[in-house]
């Protein structure tokens, strides 16, 4: 079991590949020293720790993303950290929870990128949610494109196997591109 310690270690040993990742990586260090391990919490409502997977299928042409009901987007897989310090196991878990896949392998064994996202007030669930920060982790995992995939009703109205030279089409939210080619060029 990874402990607040190992992540953080983790998270400062990353080597980020952008100038803006470099700050991100700053940004999220600084709020984990501030905050500790609240900021693994979504009742840290300024900021939390959120962890996310870019999948792709064995020929690593296709991603699976889902259509996001909140930023009505195609988009990675993950969720919060809710307590939890091995953000690779969360963002497992929501990979598995939010398409319903039943086997996941890890294609990159490291963190494989670092993002501060900034989301919008909301409706959730009935309740309001302020604008505040997703302090990202972000994983690369492949599997089968032949497995059963399912929706999240509550939380995304389609699932589907992207073409990656497709993703620029199907992705309205600018930030997210670059982010998810960030991640793809560790292929």
Known sequence: ?????????????????????????KLIVEY?????????????????????????????????????LIYQSYGWLGGHADGEFDLKAVAKKEVMEESRLTEVSEL?????????????????????????????????FETDESLPIFIKENENSSIAWIAISDIEKVVTEERMIEIYQKILRRL
């Open 1 to 25: 079991m990874k402990t607040y310690r190992k992540m953080l270690q983790e998270i400062r040993n990353y080597i980020p590949t952008t100038p803006l990742e470099k700050e991100d990586q």
């Open 32 to 68: 984990l020293k501030v905050y500790g391990k609240k900021a693994y919490d979504r009742n840290s409502l300024t900021a939390h720790m959120t962890a996310s997977a870019i999948v792709v299928n064995r020929t690593h042409d296709k991603v699976l993303f889902a259509y996001h």
């Open 108 to 140: 990159y064994p490291y963190i494989a990128s670092l993002e501060v996202i900034g989301v919008k007030h909301h409706v959730k669930y009935n309740q309001n949610i302020s604008d505040h920060l997703h302090l990202n982790v972000s994983y690369l």
